[in-house]
């Protein structure tokens, strides 16, 4: 299926961009993290509308999922480019502080578990066999991902991330950081989420 096929070509964007970051973090390669984005999103959007009905849910039910859906998106956008100095992060390239403040907080990975919710209540909204795919496959990406990301990449790139590790949940929240997270959201002034405003 092509939309799986263009999901996966995101996700090699992803890993290129992080080995990158770890090596010479050359300035032609920093764009391959919004390729990654933007193949994604296509490839959504592509499955969203292709592929076998393999149910349709009633119209409360399928709004509803479409609302949870939409929840988990706006977190993920949040996650990913709000939560985080976006200048030094995804144009520089040079931000070497942990976040460990807010969502990150929660735990080493929150936008694992805003992305595969995304695409498990897309599913349910639409009952497309693609996006069934889509969710099993990309969350298998994702987990991948962020497995090397959080044992090989991270702890070379950011200063302090073995402490972080050892405090903070892998990509499932426990009490100690469900009780974190809403507390240092508040706090805004203690992050430490590297680096002041964005570039």
Known sequence: ?????????????????????????????????????TLLA?????????GRVLFSPP???????WAVCAVFLFLLVY?????????????????RRVCDTGVYALCRHPGFLWLAGAYLFAFLACGRAGMLCAFVLFTIY????????????????????????????????????VRRCPRTLRGGADSSCGGGEPD
């Open 79 to 95: 996650t990913l480019f709000f939560a985080l100095p976006f200048g030094k992060t995804y144009i520089k390239g040079d931000s």
């Open 142 to 177: 994702n987990f991948c991902y962020v497995a090397v990301q959080d044992r090989r990449v991270f702890p070379r790139l950011f200063d302090g991330y073995h402490f972080y590790r050892d405090t903070t949940p892998f990509v499932i929240p426990n009490t100690a950081s």
């Open 42 to 50: 296509g490839a959504t959007a592509w499955l969203l509308f292709s």
């Open 1 to 37: 299926m092509a939309g799986l096929l263009v999901g996966t070509l995101a996700f090699a964007c992803f890993f290129v961009y992080d080995l990158n970051q770890l090596h010479q973090n050359l300035r032609c390669l920093r764009w391959l993290f919004a390729a990654g984005c």
């Open 59 to 65: 119209p409360f039910w399928s709004a509803l999922a």
